[in-house]
Nanobody
C-alpha cells in the first residue's frame, strides 16, 4: 500500500484556486519533512513547499511564495497545499513527498524517500 495518497487536483482557469490533500497512512511520518513537489510536462521535478511535521514550520519556493500555503492536520494525518492565483506555469503533476533528513528548506526532490502517485493540476484558459 502506498503510504501517501494525493487528491484535489483538477482543471482551473488562470487566477483560480485549488486545494490539494495528501493522506499519510501506514507509516509514522511525525519526524519527517513533508513537501509538495511538482513536475511539468517535459521538465524535471521541482519542490515548491515544505513543512516540518514536528512544529509546523513551513517553507515555500520563490515561484509560489505569496500564492501557495502548505499546512497540516495532525489529527487527520493529512497534508494540504492551498494554491491561489494559479498561473499556466503551475500546470503539472503534484506529488506529496516525505524525507527524514532533507533539512529545513531543502526542496531538492532527490532528498525525498517517500512518494505518492500524484494528482494532476491544469491551469488553462
Amino acid at each position: 500500500e502506498v503510504p501517501l495518497t494525493e487528491s484535489g487536483g483538477g482543471s482551473v482557469q488562470p487566477g483560480g484556486s485549488l486545494r490539494l490533500s495528501c493522506v499519510m497512512r501506514g507509516f509514522n511520518f511525525d519526524s519527517l519533512f513533508m513537501s509538495w513537489v511538482r513536475q511539468a510536462p517535459g521538465k524535471e521535478r521541482e519542490g515548491v513547499a515544505m513543512i516540518k511535521r514536528r512544529n509546523g514550520e513551513s517553507y515555500l519556493s520563490d515561484s509560489v511564495k505569496g500564492r501557495f500555503t502548505i499546512s497540516q492536520d495532525i489529527a487527520k494525518n493529512t497534508l494540504y497545499l492551498q494554491m491561489n492565483n494559479l498561473k499556466p506555469e503551475d500546470t503539472g503533476m503534484y506529488y506529496c513527498a516525505g524525507s527524514p533528513g532533507a533539512g529545513f528548506g531543502n526542496l531538492r526532490p532527490e532528498r525525498y524517500n517517500y512518494w505518492g502517485r500524484g494528482t494532476q493540476v491544469t491551469v488553462s484558459s
